[in-house]
Nanobody, 120 residues
């Protein structure tokens, strides 16, 4: 079994910064792509940023230049540094990881989410 736990969310003023963390634990052989998604009230969940095991990154256009995704493979942890936050960034942020378990079974795992609220 694999668990993903997000942390680092909270309330911040417009223009402020937050750093989210996503720690994976359990029966892990390897982790491929790790990604951050977000879901605002009344909206569909959307991809924010992703990073492959070779550190290739991809960002949603509205966050380019403001958000940075990174990972620490030794800690099975991904990060999302969010700068110049805007009220429209308010959402629950979820982590997703493509994990191969010790029995060589590969599947997507999701965390439970962390709330980010940006006040104007």
């Amino acid at each position: 079994q694999v668990q993903l736990v997000e942390s680092g969310g909270g309330l911040v003023q417009s223009g402020g910064s937050l750093r989210l963390s996503c720690a994976a634990s359990g029966s892990i052989r390897s982790i491929d792509t790790m990604a951050w998604y977000r879901q605002a009230p009344g909206k569909q969940r959307e991809l924010v940023a992703s990073i492959t095991s070779s550190d290739s990154t991809n960002y949603r256009d509205p966050v380019k230049g403001r958000f940075t995704i990174s990972r620490d493979n030794a800690k099975n942890t991904a990060y999302l540094q969010m700068n110049s936050l805007k009220p429209e960034d308010t959402a629950v942020y979820y982590c997703k990881a493509v994990v191969t378990s010790r029995n060589y079974y590969t599947m997507d795992y999701w965390g439970k989410g962390t709330l980010v609220t940006v006040s104007s």
